[in-house]
């Protein structure tokens, strides 16, 4: 009995089966990688979300720290118009106030106005890295059955090979 005829055939079912694993392999692996980079993009998304509220959290201070300031100027002023014995209702001095009143709200409307669009922005950033997660995952899973498919046609491949050795050289005489 020849053992090359043996050989071939063995050779031939086990290189198809390892590529048809391989491919499977490939394709779960895909899958896997993509959902682990899907969980530190969810990381990432839940940091900057952190961070937007505590962006808002530091506006609301700063805004607390703008209407204390004011308030400091505005008694400052009703203590230099004391001193000098003027009213506090003397039409230059709540001039003089409502300057300081309008600057201090613009200030603060300012404040409000920056923190709340850093915020948006990192939750927005945080809404794309999530949304790319998810893509990064749905591509992984659309390559899985192309790589699926590609170790069925491997199979397929295999079983065309066997089937021409054992018609034009089967060593059993078939």
């Given at each position: ?89 003397d039409p230059s001095i709540l001039g003089i106030q409502a300057r300081i009143n309008a600057e201090a709200g613009y200030r603060e409307a300012m404040a409000l106005y920056e923190g709340q669009e850093s915020a948006r922005g990192m939750r927005n ?50």
């Amino acid at each position: 009995m020849d053992l090359g005829a043996f050989t071939l055939p063995v050779m031939t079912v086990l290189g198809g089966a390892l590529d048809y694993g391989s491919k499977i392999a490939a394709g779960n692996a895909a899958v896997q990688s993509a959902q682990r980079k899907q969980v530190g993009a969810n990381f990432a998304a839940d940091q900057l979300e952190v961070n937007a509220g505590q962006q808002e959290a530091a506006a609301s201070y700063q805004i607390y720290d703008l209407n204390h300031k004011n308030e400091i100027g505005l008694s400052r002023v009703r203590a230099l118009v004391a001193m000098q014995g003027g009213g506090s209702n003397d039409p230059s001095i709540l001039g003089i106030q409502a300057r300081i009143n309008a600057e201090a709200g613009y200030r603060e409307a300012m404040a409000l106005y920056e923190g709340q669009e850093s915020a948006r922005g990192m939750r927005n950033q945080a809404a794309a890295t999530r949304f790319m997660g998810d893509m990064e995952v749905a591509d992984a899973k659309e390559s899985k059955k192309y790589s699926n498919i590609a170790a069925i046609g491997s199979l397929v491949n295999t079983g065309a090979k066997m089937t021409m050795f054992a018609k034009y050289n089967s060593p059993l005489g078939i």
